[in-house]
C-alpha cells in the first residue's frame, strides 16, 4: 500500500472535469489539486509554448515536492506544450489527456471527419491531428481554436450570453465540415457539454478525457503496485496560485462536493524553486 497522493494540476477549475472523474473511481485514493489560477499565469491556451512548459515544470516540481506518487497533467495545452519534456525529467508516473480522446474519437467517428475545438496553444501544437493520424491515417481532422471559452467559463457563469455565442461561433465551422465527432480539446469544455452538445445536435458525439483518464490513472497504479487499499476513505485538497476564495466559489458549483480550505501558493515561490 502507498499512501501518498495523487496530483492533477490544470491552469483553473478545468481540471476538476478530471479529478471528479478519478474520485469516482478511485474513492479510496488521495488526490491534490493545483489550480494555476494567478491572473498572470492563467489561461495556459493563450501563451506562448515556451511560458506554457515553463508554468507546467514549475506546477510539476511543486507537485513532487510533496510527496505525489502519480501527476495528472488536466491540462490540454500543458499535454501538448509540455507532457514529453516532464516525462523525461521526472521519475514519477506523468499522464496527459490527448492520447485517450484521439483514441476515443477513432473509435466513434463514422464518417471518419473528427472536429477538435482547443486552445489557440494546443491547436497549433498539432498533436491531436499527428494522434489521430498513428491510429487511422484516413480520418480528416478540423481544429478550431477556442479563446474565448476559457476565460467564460471560469468566471462561473456557464449558461450566459456570452458563452453561448462565442461557442456556437466556434462551432459553426465544424457543423460546416460535416464532423460526426468532436474533441472538447481543453477540460474546461466539458464544464458546458449539455450547451455544445445542443449546439451540434445529438448525432454529433462529444468526446472528453475525464472517463479514459481515470481508467488510466487505475491501471497505472495497479501495475506499478502503489495503490490504497480499497476499503479506506481517501481525501482530497486544493493549491492554486489565485485568489484563494474565487478559486473556492468557483470549483464548488463546478466539483459539486464541499470543497477544504484552499491553499494559496505564491506564483514567485514556484519560480524560484524551479
Known amino acids: 500500500m502507498d499512501t501518498r497522493p495523487i496530483g492533477v494540476f490544470d491552469s483553473g477549475v478545468g ?11 478511485l474513492p479510496h485514493e488521495d488526490f491534490i489539486y493545483f489550480g494555476d489560477s494567478a491572473p498572470e499565469r492563467f489561461p495556459y491556451g493563450t501563451k506562448p509554448a515556451a511560458t ?5 515544470h514549475e506546477v510539476a516540481q511543486h507537485l513532487i515536492e510533496r510527496d505525489v506518487k502519480l501527476l495528472v497533467v488536466a491540462c490540454n495545452s500543458a499535454t501538448a506544450a509540455a507532457l514529453p519534456d516532464l516525462q523525461r525529467e521526472f521519475t514519477v508516473p ?3 489527456v490527448i492520447t485517450p480522446e484521439a483514441h476515443a474519437a477513432v ?27 498513428v491510429l487511422d491515417a484516413g480520418v480528416e481532422v478540423a481544429q478550431v481554436a477556442c479563446p474565448e471559452l476559457v476565460p467564460l467559463i471560469q468566471s462561473g457563469d456557464v449558461n450566459g450570453h456570452d458563452l453561448h455565442d462565442a461557442a456556437k461561433r466556434y462551432a459553426e465551422p465544424l457543423k460546416q465540415a460535416e464532423v460526426d465527432t468532436v474533441i472538447l480539446g481543453c477540460t474546461h469544455y466539458p464544464l458546458i457539454r449539455p ?6 445536435g445529438r448525432e454529433v458525439t462529444l468526446i472528453t478525457s475525464a472517463e479514459e483518464i481515470a481508467r488510466e490513472v487505475a491501471a497505472t497504479l495497479e501495475r506499478r503496485g502503489v495503490g490504497n487499499l480499497a476499503g479506506r476513505e481517501g481525501s482530497y485538497r486544493f493549491l492554486c496560485t489565485g485568489d484563494e476564495q474565487a478559486f473556492q ?3 464548488g458549483r463546478f466539483l459539486q ?3 477544504t480550505e484552499v491553499e494559496r501558493v505564491d506564483p514567485a515561490r514556484l519560480e524560484i524553486a524551479a
Open 15 to 25: 481540471g476538476l472535469t478530471v479529478l471528479h472523474e478519478c474520485l469516482v473511481t
Open 52 to 56: 506554457i512548459r515553463r508554468y507546467a
Open 94 to 96: 506523468l499522464i496527459g
Open 107 to 133: 473509435q466513434a467517428t463514422r464518417a471518419r471527419r473528427v472536429g477538435v475545438m482547443a486552445t489557440e496553444a494546443t491547436v497549433a501544437s498539432g498533436r491531436y491531428p499527428a494522434a489521430i493520424g
Open 195 to 200: 450547451m455544445l452538445q445542443r449546439i451540434f
Open 249 to 251: 466559489d468557483v470549483a
Open 257 to 259: 462536493l464541499p470543497l
